[in-house]
DNA sequence: TCCCGTTACTTTGTCCGACAAACGGGCAAA
DNA sequence: TTTGCCCGTTTGTCGGACAAAGTAACGGGA
């Protein structure tokens, strides 16, 4: 069944009506001729346009609405968007699930991020961002005998010191990663005595951190931060190369989505 | 026309009925229920189970498929199948362009990340990655004056290290910044004299320094090997603080859409 | 003149029925 | 074994239709 000879044509892919309808709406997007904001035509106006049916031009409007450049707001006319990273990290952290990637490859890279992330903050960091991350560490002060509560406000965290590196591009990698890691403290503070107190004072640690721009101790503290994590994971029970599954993405996913 | 009252509804959510059908069999996607190679049925098939018309079984059909859940064969049935990310990173690439985000934000992104692969790549590169590297590095050498295909070989380069890393998630991470930083080291090369020397200087270090497992050569190399990049940027004219344009992005975008 | 409710029009979401093109598979001829 | 043909299935596209929900215009009352 091997096929000795190197294939000498590529196959042949026609495009389906509503592909093209999808890609021109989006050529004039991404070449910028149609802006965020700008409005498209009623689905009627792009019939008339591409000159296909009605059926049609919904299917590659879905495929847009899809890929988030394109919304539709409350019945009404379609018009242009930046699509925003959430929808799509969502979907990104579903497909490293579905691909069984292990807590191991989770854990380390969340290090690399999260390192990542606390040097643009100790770089970046401004009043206001302290300020959401102090906020943040007083309810996690007072929520810390609870860890649902805490797991949400870790997670909340680790998003807010990302944010406070100013680095967009920085946010969106960790994403991924980030909505699949940080719900698992949950499980490890309802297992591990005193993880919840020794999350909390790891948030503290950084905080001041930031706010003395104090690099090397804030390198230190989410090092430590991240490694207790995977002491803790370990604590559980459960062996961190294995897969991160479905049963357990399932609750996960189904809270992140609102 | 604040509203004091806090909202004591939710504002009610008509689900429309492709949304439904897309939601449906997603959750038995991610539930494990529907695995990937399964096949769903056919168009009437669904038309049958959930009682809608063929219409709005296409387009839950096209929502699915846009997210990469589920495939549909040279015209023939549809299976499940697990969304690859290169899908989705081309998607967030886009995103992080039109969010106007600056090359800045790439270049800091991309230390942090390239350092990550790297440190990866030491601990667990194999025989197969090594080959791979020197393969990559051979044609280098061979194109050192050639800025297009040095570009695009810099680039695969640094996938062959995350892919070396073997950790998935840390690959995933990488790639929608690296989509957008590494093509511009074609216009670097084209206008710094000795640009494409050094990188494929570094490049030879690089694989030694894994090939010996030496962790801090490695990152010392990775790091230069970024500054360099940052460096060869200013150096053509252009702020590093200037947001990556959809003019650059568009020829970018289309050339790595196959 | 300004406010507000009613009315008429527009647009979306869904449905129905239809047909050409492409595919898969079986079967016969070369 | 290869080629050509037939036939049932499935997808892609089409035209037309209607209810619900939005929008805009209109007209009456203050």
């Not at 591409?50 to 409350?74: C, D, H, K, P, Y």
């Not at 906020?135 to 990302?162: G, M, Q, S, Y």
Request: one cysteine or more.
């Amino acid at each position: 069944m091997s096929d000795g000879e190197p294939n000498r044509f590529e196959p042949i892919r026609v495009a389906a009506a509503y592909e093209m309808v999808a890609e021109a709406i989006e050529r004039e997007i991404t070449s910028g001729r149609l802006k965020p904001g700008d409005e498209i035509g009623t689905e009627a106006e792009l019939v008339r346009q591409f000159g296909v049916n009605r059926s049609t031009v919904r299917e590659g409007i879905r495929v847009l609405e899809q890929s988030g450049l394109v919304r539709r707001e409350a019945a009404r006319k379609l018009f242009v968007c930046t699509p925003h990273y959430r929808n799509l990290s969502s979907r990104m952290s579903r497909a490293l699930v579905m691909s069984e990637v292990t807590f191991r490859e989770l854990y380390e890279t969340a290090m690399v991020l999260e390192l990542g992330a606390i040097e643009g903050a100790v770089a970046k960091a401004d009043d206001g961002d302290i300020a959401a991350l102090e906020d943040n560490h007083a309810r996690a002060e007072a929520a810390v005998d609870d860890p649902v509560a805490l797991a949400d406000l870790d997670t909340k965290f680790h998003a807010l010191i990302a944010r406070a590196s100013h680095n967009r591009v920085l946010e969106l990698a960790r994403e991924p990663a980030a909505l699949l890691f940080f719900p698992t403290s949950e499980m490890i503070c309802r297992k591990v005595a005193q993880g919840g107190r020794r999350m909390v004072e790891a948030h503290g640690q950084l905080i001041d951190s930031i706010r003395e721009r104090d690099l090397d101790r804030a390198r230190l503290w989410m090092a430590r931060h991240v490694t207790d994590w995977k002491k803790g994971f370990e604590r559980t029970g459960r062996s961190i190369d294995e897969p991160v599954e479905r049963a357990f993405d399932q609750g996960m996913i189904a809270r992140l989505f609102r």
